[in-house]
């Protein structure tokens, strides 16, 4: 049986996912900054299972202190991001974080830079493995490939239990009932899937997963 849900604050308009609420995730953080993206209270309430999402930048990040190497920025955006998620601040079912790795987010996408970039995501989840937590990645197969070059998740990137694969369009405005049309990335099959309804013409972004990590 499908678990339907979604990600922050994904429609003016909603006050519930219209699939149904098992679960809601919601940013916490970027980079090394807590807060600052469109998280929903109404819509987190409403859910039954609550998730945290972070979103980690790359090293064009203005954030990056001068000098810091891709492992100490990830380690500083990880410890940030531990501090955060363990202070009580942010309701949460699990010790369970969201790393959102997407494009836009001051990542180098050249092939020189892959190897920096698995460095800071391994290190960012170094921080929440070795405090018994367990960490997520959101992507999508062509946002990961940009930025780790397809990387492995498993052997070339390490601790992480569950992906999130983003949106693909749906051909009529109906719950999916199956994953069949998520694409996956870094040889995983995705445990939620994202979908934009209604043919892309909907702003609207939601969620089915087949199961809730933990």
């Known amino acids: 049986m499908p678990l339907y849900g979604g990600r922050d604050n994904n429609s003016l ?41 972070w979103v980690v ?10 000098g810091d190497t891709a492992a100490q920025w990830g380690d ?17 079912t699990y010790d369970f974080i969201w790393l959102d790795i ?27 493995t ?12 062509s946002l990961w490939s940009s930025i780790t070059g397809d990387a492995t998740i498993g052997t070339t990137v390490t601790g992480v239990s569950a992906t999130w694969t983003s949106e ?6 109906t719950c999916p009932t199956t994953m069949s049309s998520a694409q996956s990335f870094g040889g ?5 899937w994202q979908y934009t309804e209604d043919v892309c013409s909907s702003t609207a972004d939601f969620d089915v997963g087949t199961s809730l990590p933990s």
Request: charged content about 10%; some cysteine; overall charge positive.
């Open 76 to 92: 500083a955006q990880g410890q940030k991001a531990f501090s955060v998620a363990n202070s009580g601040r942010w309701q949460h």
């Open 57 to 66: 930048e790359g090293m064009n990040s203005p954030s990056r202190p001068s």
């Open 188 to 192: 995983t099959t995705p445990t939620w």
């Open 130 to 141: 070795s405090n018994s937590w367990n960490c997520g990645i959101y992507s999508g197969p």
């Open 13 to 53: 308009t909603y006050t519930s996912f219209p699939c149904g609420n098992a679960f809601y995730a919601g940013t916490i953080g970027v980079a090394t900054t807590e807060g600052g993206q469109p998280y929903s209270d109404t819509l987190r309430n409403g859910a039954t299972h609550k998730y945290m999402i």
């Open 168 to 173: 693909k369009c749906l051909t009529s405005k």
């Open 102 to 128: 997407e494009k836009g987010n001051y990542w180098n996408s050249s092939s020189s830079a892959y190897s920096s970039n698995v460095s800071i995501i391994n290190n960012f989840i170094q921080q929440f």
